[in-house]
C-alpha cells in the first residue's frame, strides 16, 4: 500500500540512515555525479534548466503533511512551487502542456566529511616593546568554539534548518571530533619575549570538522499531460528512479573539531609586528 504517512516516515528513517552511512564515507569533496548520497540519482547536466535552484527552491518550501509540490516546464527548464503555478500558469493543481507536476518528500543525505584549518584569528591583545633589548611579557588569550554552515545555492541557511540537519548524533556518531553546537572555550596565560621595535600577539588557528549533505526528493508522484489524458508515475520523469539530487547543491557544517577533553583542538601562534623605528627607543 502506497500511503504518504508511509513514505514521509521512510525517508525519515533513511535520511538518519544515510547521515551515519556518508560520515563513515571517504574525506574530501562531495561525490562524484552520478552515484549520489544515499544512492539518489544526480540530475544535474541532464534536465533543463538550474536543478541546483529547483531543488534548493523545491525543499525550501514549507512542508504540508502530504508533502512538497514543484513544477518543471521540460521545455524551458523552468521551476515554480504549487503557489507560483497556480497562480501563473493553471488556477489547479494539475499539468499543462510543457508543464510537468510533482509531489514527495526532502531530506537530507550525507554526502561526505573531511577536517581542515580554520582561519587563524587574534586571541590576545598586542603588547609593545618600543625599547633596544628583548623584552618577557605574559599574554593572556581566549578562545571560544564556533559552528556555522553555509549554502552552495539560494540565499543563508536558516539556523532552524541548520539545527535539524547537523545537531544530535549527526557528526559524533562516527567517532569524529564533532563540535556542532557543543561551546568549548579556554583563557590561557603565557610568557613570550617580544623584540625590540616589535609588538606582539597569539593567535589561535582552530582544526575543523566539515559534514556535507545533500538535499535529496523522494518523488511520491509525477503527473503530466501532453493533450492524451493525465499520466501519473511514481518516479522521476518515469525514467524508473524515485530519489533525485542535484550535484552542485549542497549544504556544509562546520564546526571547530574538540580534543577527548573538550577543549578546543588548533594551534597557538606568536604573530609579531615591526613598530615604526622613529617611535622606538
Known amino acids: 500500500m502506497r ?12 535520511s538518519a540512515a544515510l547521515a551515519l552511512a556518508g560520515l563513515m564515507g571517504s574525506a574530501g569533496s562531495a561525490q562524484a555525479a552520478g552515484g549520489g548520497p544515499g544512492g539518489a540519482t544526480n540530475i ?3 534536465d533543463p534548466g538550474n536543478t541546483d535552484l529547483m531543488i534548493e527552491r523545491l525543499c525550501e518550501q514549507e512542508g504540508s503533511l502530504t508533502g512538497v509540490y514543484g513544477a518543471l516546464n ?12 497556480l497562480r501563473d500558469v493553471v488556477p489547479l493543481w494539475i499539468p499543462a502542456g510543457p ?8 531530506g537530507y543525505a550525507q554526502a561526505s566529511t573531511w577536517s581542515t584549518k580554520g582561519e587563524s584569528v587574534r586571541v590576545s591583545p598586542w603588547i609593545g616593546n618600543r625599547g633596544s633589548k628583548d623584552d618577557k611579557e605574559t599574554f ?3 578562545y571560544s568554539t564556533k559552528t556555522f554552515a553555509k549554502k552552495s545555492v539560494g540565499a543563508s541557511i536558516s539556523l532552524s534548518l541548520a539545527k535539524s540537519i547537523f545537531s544530535g548524533t549527526v557528526g559524533g556518531s562516527a567517532g569524529y571530533e564533532w563540535g556542532w553546537e557543543k561551546t568549548s572555550s579556554f583563557e590561557r596565560r603565557s610568557e613570550k619575549t617580544i623584540p625590540p621595535c616589535t609588538q606582539v600577539a597569539v593567535t589561535w588557528t582552530p ?3 566539515v559534514v556535507r549533505v545533500n538535499p535529496v526528493f523522494y518523488v511520491e508522484d509525477y503527473e503530466w499531460d501532453k493533450g492524451d489524458g493525465l499520466k501519473t508515475v511514481h518516479s522521476w520523469r ?3 528512479y524515485n530519489t533525485i539530487y542535484s550535484y552542485g547543491y549542497y549544504i556544509d557544517g562546520v564546526s571547530d573539531k574538540l580534543l577527548p577533553n573538550g577543549q578546543p583542538d588548533g594551534r597557538e601562534d606568536k604573530w609579531e609586528q615591526k613598530l ?3 617611535t622606538c627607543a
Open 74 to 85: 521540460v521545455d524551458t527548464g523552468e521551476f515554480k512551487t504549487r503557489d507560483e503555478y
Open 276 to 278: 615604526d623605528p622613529k
Open 3 to 14: 500511503t504518504s504517512a508511509f513514505k514521509k516516515s521512510a525517508l525519515i528513517t533513511a
Open 238 to 240: 518515469d525514467r524508473g
Open 207 to 209: 582544526y575543523q570538522r
Open 140 to 142: 593572556v588569550s581566549s
Open 99 to 106: 508543464w510537468e507536476t510533482f509531489r514527495g518528500w526532502c
Open 44 to 46: 544535474r547536466g541532464t
